[in-house]
T-cell receptor
């Protein structure tokens, strides 16, 4: 099976930086996705990592270490609209099956 | 380009009643997924289609749940009869092939009374 762990909730201040960690255990690893989900809305794609290292995309960056089974999503220059749940999902090679963590709810305060 | 479309957005029914959800994927996406999402949790895969073929339905409770994708485009997920524990958000997603990013629809929020 797959175990995916991420913190339940984080709070940060507008303009600050927050790092959301995700650890996983899986066989047949085929990449790790991060999605953002605002309350009552669809998860929206943020990033995909399949090789070790850092992928930067504007204010959001995602890091992967396959040997450690570890990823993080870094949100910089936080804005109020970044208040949402952030879902870590691991893809298995067979069939693009995504297994999601429980999500990390980020609350950005003024 | 239109995203994944789902309807209805909300549905309230009494237990033991049937219910159906509809999904129209992004144009050209041949792989379609149905997920269930409980409050405060991540989505869990119910079934995956490649074109009209259900290639992974291992997590679908087949005694009461059924799905179809007759022409390899739109899909319908049905529950009959619904139980209280089925209250959740049902998400549809699609991807271009089975190794690419999945894009989600807004979901149908089901409440079973």
């Amino acid at each position: 099976g797959q175990n995916i762990d991420q913190p339940t909730e984080m709070t940060a201040t507008e303009g600050a930086i927050v790092q959301i960690n995700c650890t996983y255990q899986t066989s047949g690893f085929n990449g790790l996705f991060w999605y953002q989900q605002h309350a009552g809305e669809a998860p929206t794609f943020l990033s995909y990592n399949v090789l070790d290292g850092l992928e930067e995309k504007g204010r959001f960056s995602s890091f992967l270490s396959r040997s450690k089974g570890y990823s993080y999503l870094l949100l910089k220059e936080l804005q109020m609209k970044d208040s949402a749940s952030y879902l870590c999902a691991v893809s298995k090679a067979a069939g693009n099956k995504l297994t999601f963590g429980g999500g990390t709810r980020v609350l950005v305060k003024p | 380009e239109a995203g994944v479309v789902q309807s209805p957005r909300y549905k309230i029914i009494e237990k033991k009643q049937p219910v159906a959800f509809w999904c129209n994927p992004i144009s050209g996406h041949n792989t379609l997924y149905w997920y269930l999402q409980n409050l405060g949790q991540g989505p869990e895969l119910l079934i995956r289609y490649e074109n009209e073929e259900a290639v992974d339905d291992s997590q679908l409770p087949k005694d009461r749940f059924s799905a179809e994708r007759l022409k390899g485009v739109d899909s319908t997920l049905k529950i009959q009869p619904a139980e209280l524990g089925d209250s959740a958000v049902y998400l549809c997603a699609s991807s271009l092939g089975r190794v690419n990013t999945q894009y989600f629809g807004p979901g149908t929020r089901l409440t079973v009374l």
